[in-house]
């Protein structure tokens, strides 16, 4: 990291000790409007590549349930961090509310269908995420 000038303009926090190692902690609002457009893409990307017959089995058994808390795990991180870190529950229940979207619409596409297991995982990876991420948040402070 380059030395700052005493009268230079930061973009950052400054820089917080954790153990021996020195972190920066990014507020800055184009950093937090990055994260949310990743989360929106991935939303937009899901509900697009979803539609196509390519979809159908893409991921065979148990690899199905990873693919989705993969998923919904990094939605909710760039939530989280488009939230300034903040505001837990909401961003689970944005996370289970596109979840809870994702498995209606394949309800109605042909060689696709529901599953409440999907949803389970998608909420699942959303509650696991956020919590680790507060309880890093908490022991940083």
């Known amino acids: ?24 902690i990014r507020d800055s609002r184009i950093f937090r409007l990055a994260c ?21 089995k893409l991921f065979p058994g148990s690899l199905d349930i990873v693919a989705h808390f993969a998923t919904f ?12 870190r903040g505001h837990p529950l909401l961003v689970i229940m944005i996370v289970s509310a596109i979840g809870a979207a994702d498995e209606l ?10 599953s409440l297991q999907d949803l389970a995982a998608d909420i699942f990876a959303a509650v696991v995420i956020v919590s680790l991420l507060e309880y890093a948040r908490r022991r940083n402070e």
């Open 1 to 24: 990291m380059l030395p700052v000038k005493p009268n230079s303009v930061q973009t950052t926090s400054p820089p917080q000790k954790v153990g021996s190692r020195m972190i920066v």
């Open 105 to 114: 619409r394949q309800f109605f596409l042909p060689g696709r269908s529901a």
């Open 73 to 84: 795990g990094l939605i909710a991180v760039l939530l989280w961090l488009s939230f300034q």
């Open 36 to 56: 949310f457009a990743g989360a929106l893409l991935i939303v937009i990307s899901l509900f697009w590549m979803g539609a196509k017959p390519i979809a159908v």
